[in-house]
């Protein structure tokens, strides 16, 4: 991490208000470029690209030169920490990530040095990156929360009910409560090592955070999120940590404000940024909140979403970014009109 945050994207995260806010988007880099797609071709395995420094940081740099966001979110995925774990993910076109399925937490590496060299491309990357940014633009990195990350190893893929999780969570709440903790512990040494490769600040996505009872959404969600939070603090006491729990309940999203320690909440889509502004205020920095398939449709829809948005936030901490992220048949040229108008350019 840089030694001084300048970037108006840390300023947020430092407590300031931005008459025009910085503006990134949860992923920006590839998918939905040219120019990511012909290098896709060319290197022929997703994972490939992830793990290889000099493309990694090439696919982050490629969105900041075309549109100039304030921010390069570094081209990697959630599952490194699986792999960090000793399983390695699988990737198929057309049918996403799988992995091994974990049975019990004793069939994980838990030697934290194994993580570190293992994941020591990730950190090349940052590296790379950070030595062809200038100095108004941040670099972000980040990591799969324990909730979500426990719902791919507990199924061996990405599943629309997280049943095999929550089922381990219900009749087995020691063990997978040990899980939870083992892989917290192996993204909170990632994201301390990101952020001491030089990214400004990280986020902790919780994609499959919705869909939860209150008392499990405590002990899956927010309690194992605030012990990565206090660890990365625990070596880098400044660190910048940017939370998801994407489909919260509203209630679910001012718990985890609160108390997991993050200096920022990104909204998904369904919050209303009007309930949202009130609830966070001076608080905590928000961050969010555009209909993804409003970019893609662009037009009227992209314009209102972006102008309702901006009307709730302008006097607040904020940081716009998509309620999720890109799609890959977003136009380019959506996403061109969109940082206009955020930085009220049309």
């Known amino acids: ?92 076109d057309g049918v996403g ?29 940052i590296r790379t990156v950070r030595a062809r940014l ?3 633009t941040a670099l972000l990195g980040f990591a799969g929360a324990p909730w979500t990350l426990a719902t791919y190893l507990a199924a061996g893929k990405g599943s629309p009910d997280q049943q095999a999780a929550k089922l381990w969570g219900y009749r087995d709440p020691n063990r997978f409560a040990a899980l939870l903790d083992v ?17 400004d600040a990280v986020q902790i996505f919780d994609s499959w955070a919705s869909g939860l009872p209150e008392r499990v959404f405590e002990e899956w969600v927010v309690a194992p999120t605030k012990k990565v939070v206090e660890r990365v603090r625990g070596s880098v006491p400044d660190a910048k940590i940017i939370g998801f729990p994407r489909g919260a309940t509203m209630q679910g999203y001012v718990r985890y404000a609160a108390e997991t320690g993050v200096d920022a909440i990104s909204l998904d889509t369904a919050v209303p940024m009007a309930w949202a502004s009130d609830a966070f205020g001076d608080r905590i920095a928000m961050q969010g909140n555009l209909d993804p398939i409003a970019l893609v449709a662009g037009g009227r829809a992209l314009e209102e979403g972006v102008d309702e948005i901006l009307s709730r936030v ?12 890109v799609l890959p048949n977003t136009p380019v040229e959506h996403v061109e009109k969109l940082v206009a108008r955020v930085r009220g350019e049309i």
Not at 101 to 120: C, K, N, Q
């Open 1 to 92: 991490m840089k030694d001084e945050n300048t970037t108006k994207l840390c300023a947020v995260l430092n407590g300031e208000k931005q008459n025009i806010p910085p503006i990134w988007l949860m992923r920006q880099a590839g998918r939905f470029l040219p120019e990511y797609r012909a290098l896709r071709a060319e290197s022929g395995s997703f994972w490939k690209m992830c793990m290889t420094p000099e493309i990694a940081a090439e696919i982050t740099l490629q969105p900041i030169r075309r549109f100039g966001f304030d921010a390069a979110v570094l081209f990697s995925d959630i599952l490194v920490v699986p792999y960090a774990l000793g399983r390695e993910p699988v990737f198929e």
């Open 97 to 125: 990530p799988s992995l091994e399925p974990v049975l019990s937490v004793e069939e994980l590496d838990a030697d934290e040095r194994l993580w570190t060299e293992r994941l020591a491309p990730v950190y090349d990357s």
């Open 134 to 136: 200038d100095g108004k």
């Open 183 to 199: 892989i917290g512990a192996c993204a909170a040494i990632h994201l301390i090592g990101q952020l001491k490769a030089g990214a």
């Open 314 to 325: 302008h006097d607040r901490q904020f940081i716009f970014n998509l309620g999720h992220g």
